[in-house]
């Protein structure tokens, strides 16, 4: 409070000098007044291995952090308290980035190719998928000092790529081995002994997975194979149930363009709204019985499915040749009720905590744009060298995310 009194009379303070200390840069960070972390986040700028830190109040770009490395197919998690974002590099590379001074706080390169991460539910451990040379890496947050190794190694000894890594209740992560076709759940309540469970044969070559906002349910989408496989966290021992195993049974899949993304959260209360792999629609699949209850034609091949956090509309981007569209989906009537063409390249989507607002990358256009998701106008545009992810830190607090 002293500060802030000087600061508004700096004749009362006797000390005028601070007054051009703060108009320095590093000091003026210093002096700046406190501020949450609830309307941050950050944008993947993969060209130039940097992430633009945002805020969604006012739709700024508050600073650009760079040196993160290889940032193809990059996302991230937060820490607990919102604060820094855990960013995982296709190269390898685990970086660490402080929202608030908007500096890298840490980095490691804890493998060679590697595809997304979780942060444990007590938010101590950050596990890491790769696909070379597998596995999966978990280190400790504060320190990035790797604490367990988990080889991914089947009955046969054969290595696989891991994917759709995700954070789940009880300090358990979960993922698949995408070339031995299995799903394994790690629990790191001892991390210098994680307990590893594994289910074997669960559908050929799983390429992605999401789980349920409660953590109960995760589900592996299957690039050979038609259908998904779900398991249930609270009943381990029933093991893993394939569903929708007929939804292309029988026809031609087209030539895929962008393998679909499933960690989008396409999820109302009572419904799963998933990208149909090869196809130009999307699945509805009921949560109680998990079967199948509708399908909605669309736009191209689906990549990202995401539900607006009311749970009101899902929201669908796009692969090559019709990724500059958006579509968006009425839930009650499930019909198509807007198309909206920011332009080409449009990588990913991120809904405002609320959900009354929605970010859109628009990379082949170097820019963000923001929509209002009631009357779908477009409001402001950010620029951003070749955005491709958008991470807002609400979803420090969510399972899964």
């Avoid at 006797?14 to 590093?26: I, T």
Wanted: with cysteine; charged share 20%.
């Amino acid at each position: 409070m002293k500060s802030v009194a000087w600061w508004r009379s700096p004749s009362r303070s006797g000390h005028p000098w601070l007054l051009v200390a703060c108009l320095s840069w590093p000091l003026l960070q210093g002096c700046a007044a406190p501020r949450g972390v609830g309307d941050m986040g950050v944008v993947i700028e993969r060209a130039t291995g940097s992430v633009e830190v945002v805020e969604t109040t006012g739709k700024t770009v508050l600073s650009r952090v760079e040196g993160l490395g290889d940032l193809s197919h990059a996302s991230v998690v937060y820490s607990r308290d919102g604060r820094f974002a855990f960013v995982f590099g296709r190269d390898g590379g685990l970086s660490k980035v402080d929202l608030l001074t908007g500096q890298l706080a840490g980095r490691v390169m804890q493998a060679g190719n590697s595809i997304g991460g979780a942060i444990s539910q007590d938010g101590r451990l950050v596990a890491v998928a790769n696909y070379q040379p597998g596995g999966v890496r978990v280190f400790d947050t504060e320190t990035l000092v790797q604490v367990a190794d988990i080889p991914a190694v089947d009955a046969q000894g054969r290595t696989s790529k891991v994917v759709g890594l995700e954070d789940s209740t009880e300090q358990r992560f979960v993922f698949s081995l995408f070339d031995s076709d299995e799903i394994w759940i790690a629990d790191l309540n001892d991390p210098a002994k994680p307990k590893i469970t594994k289910f074997t044969g669960i559908g050929s070559k799983p390429y992605d997975a999401l789980i349920s906002p409660d953590g109960r349910h995760y589900i592996a989408g299957l690039f050979g194979d038609d259908g998904f496989a779900l398991l249930d966290l609270w009943h381990p021992e029933a093991g893993v149930k394939r569903i929708l195993k007929d939804y292309g049974h029988g026809e031609k899949r087209t030539a895929v363009y962008k393998m679909p993304h499933l960690e989008g959260w396409g999820m109302t209360e009572d419904l799963v709204f998933l990208p149909a792999m090869g196809r130009h629609e999307v699945l509805i699949v009921d949560r109680a019985e998990w079967r199948e209850v509708g399908r909605v034609p669309v736009a191209g091949q689906p990549v990202f499915v995401m539900a607006k956090p009311d749970g009101r509309q899902i929201w669908v981007n796009f692969a090559h040749p019709e990724n500059g569209k958006v579509q968006v989906i009425d839930v009650p009537t499930r019909q198509v009720v807007r198309t909206l063409t920011p332009g080409p390249g449009v990588m990913h989507m991120e809904f405002t905590p609320r959900g009354e607002h929605i970010w859109l990358s628009v990379r082949d256009s170097d820019r963000v744009d923001v929509f209002h998701t009631h009357s779908f106008e477009r409001i402001a545009t950010l620029p951003a060298t070749k955005p491709s992810g958008i991470f807002f830190t609400s979803r420090a607090h969510k399972i899964g995310l």
